[in-house]
């Protein structure tokens, strides 16, 4: 995902990750006086040259610059050695990838995935054989059992992470390579401080914090009673764990809308989102990857993550997205069997009627489709009751959605991560607000 332009504050010497109360990935960076030490601080190539999503643009400025670092120190070119080596290891296991893991070209410190041959529409982007992807089935079964030991058992996802950890354990790990690229820490809501915590709180994004918490403690839980010579020496960490869960709750793909079919499939967790993907899974193969129109060479590879909000990608992901027409929260509307059938709702910031029509004529259609079933031809007055009943139910969750959502007391203006939250938080309070007004309006619209 894109991270916006707001993170780089006024220009100073660079301060180092461990001292800052920022996210790492949104610190403020600046020039320096003198010399060019591009991996001291906290920085480090796995952070800075190989982050998912539209690159890590916190880790440059004037003077530390992607090909600077990445492209001209011994590390960068190492890190960037241990990179294709991956790649190939990969294809040699079986994996077919026409791309490369590199620098967008026209995208100065963006990393992704970029098309080493031009493909058609419904061309093979990413092929992965079933042993390369790690999945529940991947997992020990010590670990499995001791994470149903606890009263409802642990959540999948938590189990899918704690065993990726006995996998980085592991030097022989069949995905040793793609564990050994990835950060070190992340920057989701399992990294953020108190006063980011505060903020999310505040938000109907509340629910992440709980569950994502609980799937830590229950993690914490499963390492006590589990035989140490699962780790390989000593048991995870607190950070470990944060590690492990971030790794499946951001590079996971779900293949049956379930948390037990979360997947981690290595190359494919390298692909950005965009909301305009030119990439997307086949219906057929969920390991497969295909062309959503024709690509040409050198062009960025893109699937969609979730037609999600800049709040919510700042909770689950820690990026926002320049430009990103989604808001609020999906929500579906129920009272006819028909209708879920129907896409649920989600909120744009990029047309005035704040919902788009088609889904709304979507439900129209299945509600008086229902009524006509029952009761024969609607009348004009009983197909605007039918319609009322539609502009009420999103009138109703946009206001309850709008009560959900305070704004909480002022954050350190120094703490990027904090100020971006509470940006969002407003941008959503002005969407929610809007979306009450255009289906009151049309609710209270005289008759036909």
């Not at 410190?109 to 080493?116: H, I, Q, S």
Request: hydrophobic residues 40%; proline residues 7%; contains cysteine.
């Amino acid at each position: 995902g894109r991270l916006g332009e707001p993170c780089r504050g006024a220009p100073q010497s660079r301060p180092s990750l461990r001292m800052m109360r920022v996210l790492p990935g949104v610190a403020t960076l600046g020039a320096v006086s003198s010399g060019l030490d591009c991996w001291t601080g906290g920085y480090t190539p796995e952070l800075c040259c190989l982050t998912p999503g539209r690159g890590q643009q916190s880790c440059w400025d004037g003077v530390f610059t992607f090909q600077a670092c990445c492209s001209e120190t011994a590390e960068g070119r190492a890190f960037a050695e241990r990179r294709q080596a991956f790649v190939e290891s990969m294809v040699q296991g079986g994996a077919e990838a026409f791309f490369e893991i590199g620098n967008v070209p026209g995208a100065a410190g963006r990393m992704g995935a970029v098309a080493t041959a031009a493909r058609k529409t419904q061309d093979t982007i990413l092929k992965m054989p079933r042993q390369l992807v790690y999945s529940l089935s991947s997992v020990p079964p010590a670990i499995t059992a001791a994470a149903k030991a606890h009263g409802q058992g642990c959540d999948p996802q938590a189990a899918l992470a704690l065993g990726l950890l006995t996998e980085r354990a592991n030097p022989a790990s069949r995905i040793a390579g793609w564990l050994d690229l990835l950060p070190k820490r992340f920057h989701n809501v399992l990294w953020f401080n108190e006063d980011q915590v505060r903020v999310v709180n505040s938000t109907f994004f509340d629910y992440i914090i709980e569950t994502w918490f609980e799937d830590l403690r229950c993690m914490q839980r499963v390492i006590e009673i589990s035989p140490d010579w699962l780790w390989r020496g000593p048991p995870p960490s607190y950070d470990d764990l944060r590690w492990a869960l971030s790794v499946v709750k951001t590079r996971g793909f779900s293949t049956t809308n379930t948390r037990e079919g979360t997947l981690l499939i290595p190359l494919a967790d390298f692909l950005n989102h965009d909301w305009k993907p030119n990439v997307h899974t086949s219906p057929s193969d969920p390991f497969h990857f295909i062309a959503r129109e024709d690509i040409r060479q050198d062009a960025e590879l893109t699937i969609e993550y979730a037609q999600a909000s800049n709040l919510e990608f700042l909770v689950r992901y820690g990026f926002r997205l320049e430009g990103n027409p989604y808001g609020g929260r999906p929500f579906e509307l129920t009272g006819e069997p028909l209708q879920q059938h129907c896409s649920p709702i989600v909120l744009r910031h990029d047309i005035a009627q704040v919902v788009d029509d088609q889904i709304i004529d979507c439900h129209r259609q299945a509600r008086q489709l229902s009524f006509k079933q029952q009761f024969g031809e609607l009348t004009p007055d009983e197909a605007l009751r039918e319609d009322r009943y539609i502009y009420k139910a999103i009138l109703q969750a946009c206001s309850q959605l709008h009560e959900m959502l305070q704004v909480p007391p002022a954050v350190d203006p120094r703490d990027t991560m904090a100020v971006l939250l509470m940006r969002e938080v407003k941008t959503e309070r002005a969407l929610l607000n809007k979306c009450g007004q255009v289906f009151d309006e049309r609710l209270n619209k005289p008759g036909p």
